[in-house]
Each structure stands twice: as structure tokens, then as C-alpha cells.
């Protein structure tokens, strides 16, 4: 069975510290998807991004970092330069293709608390 | 704003009653799935429809159920409510499923139910 691995569940950092939010997998499939999402205080979950399992570059957007590690089951997310407004709980999710739908398993979240 | 709607924010009622929790998906997807997330469990997938039809469960309580629509919305129908059902219920949405690849879920902001 599938299974994400958020062991921080709770970080504080003060703004412009850079941040790692790591996130740990297990799966049989060799075929699968990884996301991040985040949900700030207001409660929705926003869509940060998806890698499959065949794609290990490690990928950059803006402030923000991925770092995809098949040997480790690891797809860790990095904030740079934080700020406030990245305080939010972020949670990892995997999807298994082999699945007759694609639903997601989520990882219990981390919740990142960005202090001025 | 993902293009996800759920109706409506916030819903309170007693135990032992039904509500219906509703869904409208991102113009052009046409797979819906319904999670529901708490403070014990986590964020949980329930179930999913694809273009009206039921296309994976998970940990969905018998005292719950799903529909997908012709104009493909959905509704949750949660029914003999226990306080245990007071949760945050989210819906999202994808193109697919499609075979050997994993759609990115947008989600919408949510259902808050508080069962008295």
C-alpha cells in the first residue's frame, strides 16, 4: 500500500531563513506522481506541482526548490528567503497510476510558521 | 481561485441528520473526487466519478454517498451524521484519469460541517 511520510509537523523559521520540507514515500508501482500542496490559514489547498517518478530533475520556481530522489523515496520541497506569507501547512501527496482512478495519498502536513 | 466551486462554506446541523455537500469542476474536467479532512485522520480520499460514473473508493463510511451528474457536478450526501463527521470536505477536480499518467487534482475551498 502506499504511503507518505511528513515526520516535521511543525517548523518556525524567521523570514529570509531558507526552509526544507521533507517528504518521504513508499510504493510498489514503479509508475507514480508526486504533488505539494499548500494550504495557507484560509483553507484552501493550492496546487504547487507534479513530478513523476521517471522525471528526477530537480525543478525551480522562483523562491521555491523540489529535490526528487528515487534512491531515497524522497521528494523534499525548499523555500528560499521565506516569507510571511508562506506560513501555511504543506503537505505531500502520491498518486499510483496503476489505480483504477488516481486518487491521492497524503501525507499528514507540515505546518510552516514564517515569524517577521 | 482554482475554477473549483463548493456549495456551501460552512454547514451546521445536528446529529442524526442528512445534508448534501455540492460540487461544480473546473470547466473541462471530468473527474471529481470528494476527500475529507480532520484532525485524527488527516486529509482521506473518499471517492471518485469519472464522467458519471464511480470510478474508485476509498475509506467512504456506508452512511455516505456520491454522485456525478450529466452536467458533471457532484454531490456528497452524508446521512445519520455523528459528531465524529464534523470535518473540512473537499471536492476536486481533473481532466482524466487516463491510463499510465496521473492528472494534477485542483481543489475547490471547501465544506465546513459542524455537527452539533
Known amino acids: 500500500a502506499q504511503k507518505v511520510t511528513q515526520a516535521q509537523t511543525e517548523i518556525s523559521v524567521v523570514e529570509k531563513e531558507d526552509v526544507t520540507l521533507d517528504c518521504v514515500y513508499e510504493?510498489?508501482?514503479?509508475?507514480?506522481?508526486l504533488f505539494w500542496y499548500k494550504q495557507p490559514p484560509s483553507g484552501e489547498l493550492v496546487f504547487l506541482i507534479r513530478r513523476n517518478s521517471f522525471d528526477e530533475q530537480n525543478e525551480i520556481s522562483g523562491r521555491y526548490s523540489w529535490n526528487f530522489q528515487k534512491s531515497t523515496s524522497s521528494f523534499n520541497f525548499t523555500i528560499t528567503a521565506s516569507q510571511v506569507v508562506d506560513s501555511a501547512v504543506y503537505f505531500c501527496a502520491l498518486s499510483e497510476v496503476q489505480n483504477a482512478g488516481n486518487m491521492l495519498t497524503f501525507g499528514g502536513g507540515t505546518r510552516l510558521m514564517v515569524k517577521p | 481561485d482554482s475554477g473549483v466551486t463548493q456549495t456551501p462554506k460552512h454547514l451546521i446541523t445536528a446529529t442524526g441528520q442528512r445534508v448534501t455537500l455540492r460540487c461544480s469542476p473546473r470547466?473541462?474536467?471530468?473527474?471529481v473526487y470528494w476527500y475529507q479532512q480532520s484532525l485524527d485522520q488527516g486529509l482521506q480520499f473518499l471517492i471518485q466519478y469519472y464522467n458519471g460514473e464511480e470510478r474508485a473508493k476509498g475509506n467512504i463510511l456506508e452512511r455516505f454517498s456520491a454522485q456525478q451528474f450529466p452536467d458533471l457536478h457532484s454531490e456528497l450526501n452524508l446521512s445519520s451524521l455523528e459528531l465524529g463527521d464534523s470535518a473540512l470536505y473537499f471536492c476536486?477536480?481533473?481532466?482524466?484519469?487516463?491510463?499510465?499518467?496521473?492528472?494534477?487534482?485542483?481543489f475547490g475551498p471547501g465544506t465546513r460541517l459542524t455537527v452539533l
Open positions: 510504493t510498489r508501482d514503479t509508475t507514480y506522481y
Open positions: 476536486a477536480s481533473s481532466v482524466g484519469p487516463a491510463v499510465g499518467r496521473s492528472d494534477t487534482q485542483y
Open positions: 470547466s473541462g474536467d471530468l473527474s
